[in-house]
């Protein structure tokens, strides 16, 4: 099932104001209409994917300290950078890319 954000706040009132009719009426003994429970399940891969998000907001977005690292020691001439090293890096992400 696609679930989609773009529902007029008047269609969710309605389907609301439905839903505590039929509360309503189930509570008074008088079940006019029997609607089936709504559930949802998320897949294993998706509840994955949200430890994997839960765990990566506990990093920091930069590096400080690397970051003046760096910028240190390419003020002063000393940061090498292995091109083979950068090479190998780009076709990995190319290839996890692709996967995704």
Do not use: C, W
Not at 28 to 51: F, M, T, Y
């Amino acid at each position: 099932m696609r679930v989609t954000n773009n529902l007029d706040p008047r269609q969710v009132m309605d389907v609301y104001r439905k839903r505590l009719k039929i509360e309503e009426n189930s509570k008074n003994g008088s079940p006019k209409h029997s609607s089936p429970a709504d559930s949802v399940e998320i897949s294993d891969r998706a509840q994955e994917l949200q430890l994997y998000r839960a765990h990566l907001k506990k990093f920091p977005e930069v590096r400080d300290e690397l970051v003046q690292s760096v910028r240190k020691r390419l003020a002063e001439g000393t940061y090498l950078i292995d091109r083979k090293k950068v090479a190998e890096g780009i076709m990995e992400e190319l290839r996890v890319d692709r996967h995704v």
